[in-house]
Each structure stands twice: as C-alpha cells, then as structure tokens.
C-alpha cells in the first residue's frame, strides 16, 4: 500500500507542476485524485502532494526511461521519476548487472513496444461493448477488453487520445478506476519457468525501487 501512495503522489506532484492544482483545468490531476480515493489513499497524503508541488525548495521530479535486456534476452522498460538521476541511473544499472542483464542507451528498445494510455471504467448497465468501441473509435480508441472476473472494462488507445478518451468518458458518466500509459510490447518473448524465476527476482528490485514508477517487459506470462 506504502508502494502505491508513493508512486500516486509523485505523479500527483508532477500533474500539478505541469498544469496547474485546479482540478477542473488538470484532466490528469483529475484522473488521479479519483485513483487515490479508490486506492484508499489517504486525503492529507493528496493534498501534501499538491503542496509539494508548488513550494518553493520542492524536489524536481523528472521523468526518464531506462531500456536494457535482462536475462534470455527480455527487453526491460523502466519508468522513473526522480529528484536525482545519478542515484536512480546508478541504482537502475546495478540490478541490471546483478541479475544477469545489461542497461542500454535511450531509444534502443522503445521500438519493440506502443505507447498507449489504457483505461481502467466500470461497466454502465445497457451500455453494449461493441457500440461502445465503435462509438470510441472517433476518439482514438483501438481496442476494448471485459475483464468478468474484475467486472471492469479496459479501454486501449493511442498515446496522443488520451485526453479525448477521458472527456468522453467523464461526459458520458463513466466511473474510471484508472488512467495510466503503459508501453505494451509488438511481440512477446517465450521463455521456460526456470528462466522466469530469475527475471521475476530482477523485475521485483526494480518494483522495490521508490524512483521506479512502472516496469514494462516482453515476456510472456
């Protein structure tokens, strides 16, 4: 939970030193206020970040990708924010090397994988799937999962749609759960369970990480 509210409220503080603490003005912000209630963040928690945001000697955050192979040859993407680069790229480049794999240069591996921005909505009743992916197509929406077990609808689209996907969505009084961007991969690596076990322990040092936001890879579940 402690991991949770930590990454909301970097980029909480960073929503707000882009565009502004008003939450009607900042889709973004918006967006993740409505997470971290739904995340049972506390509220205090949401305003410090706020105000963290436009104090005076507030920590810089900035938000880079490193790219690098890990074990059997699964393309890594590492999402960080960070007040320090030379902490976070060192930090980064040794659990590379620890578990047996290899930080690259920018650039070098976000052609394996899209960028989109996925939405996480509630189902409204009456609503058809299929009407509504044909109707969200307008907006930049490529494709449309029902998660039964979850009772929740994803919503895939272009990393450029996202704003137009969530005016829609809040005009049309969908509950959104969720609004991330995600880099999805073009293809997926097959690899045995033993190899998984090793990649899983790299994966989860980087989840430890408080200067890691998300980790994306190419292998397959």
């Known amino acids: 939970?402690?991991?949770?509210?930590?990454?909301?409220?970097?980029?909480?503080?960073?929503?707000?030193?882009?565009?502004?603490?008003?939450?009607?003005?900042?889709?973004?912000?918006r967006v993740l206020v409505q997470?971290?209630?739904?995340?049972?963040?506390?509220?205090?928690?949401?305003?410090r970040a706020i105000?963290?945001?436009?104090?005076?000697?507030?920590?810089?955050?900035?938000e880079i990708i490193y790219e690098g192979y890990g074990p059997y040859g699964i393309a890594i993407l590492v999402e960080t924010a960070t007040d320090n680069n030379m902490r976070t790229v060192a930090n980064v480049r040794s659990y590379f090397?620890?578990?047996?794999?290899?930080?690259?240069?920018?650039?070098?591996?976000?052609?394996?994988?899209?960028?989109?921005?996925?939405?996480?909505?509630?189902?409204k009743e009456g609503v058809d799937l299929e009407e509504l992916e044909f109707e969200l197509i307008d907006f930049g929406v490529e494709e449309i999962?029902?998660?039964?077990?979850?009772?929740?609808?994803?919503?895939?689209?272009?990393?450029?749609s996202y704003s137009a996907i969530q005016k829609y969505l809040e005009e049309?009084?969908?509950?959104?759960?969720?609004?991330?961007f995600e880099w999805i991969p073009n293809d997926y690596k097959e690899i045995t369970d033993e190899q998984k076990v090793s990649i899983e322990k790299l994966l989860e040092k980087f989840e430890e990480d408080e200067?890691?936001?998300n980790v994306f890879?190419?292998?397959?579940?």
Request: aromatic share 10%; with cysteine.
């Open 97 to 123: 090397n620890k578990y047996g794999g290899s930080l690259g240069t920018s650039g070098s591996l976000q052609f394996l994988f899209e960028h989109k921005c996925v939405f996480k909505i509630t189902p």
């Open 35 to 47: 997470q971290a209630k739904k995340e049972n963040m506390p509220k205090e928690n949401v305003e």
């Open 51 to 62: 105000k963290r945001a436009t104090a005076k000697d507030a920590a810089e955050y900035k």
């Open 172 to 180: 049309n009084g969908f509950e959104i759960h969720s609004a991330e």
């Open 217 to 221: 890879h190419n292998m397959k579940e």
């Open 145 to 160: 999962e029902f998660d039964e077990e979850e009772n929740v609808i994803f919503i895939y689209g272009g990393f450029q």
């Open 1 to 29: 939970m402690a991991r949770v509210f930590t990454k909301l409220g970097k980029q909480i503080t960073i929503a707000v030193k882009e565009s502004g603490s008003d939450v009607d003005g900042n889709a973004r912000l």
């Open 211 to 213: 200067d890691v936001q």
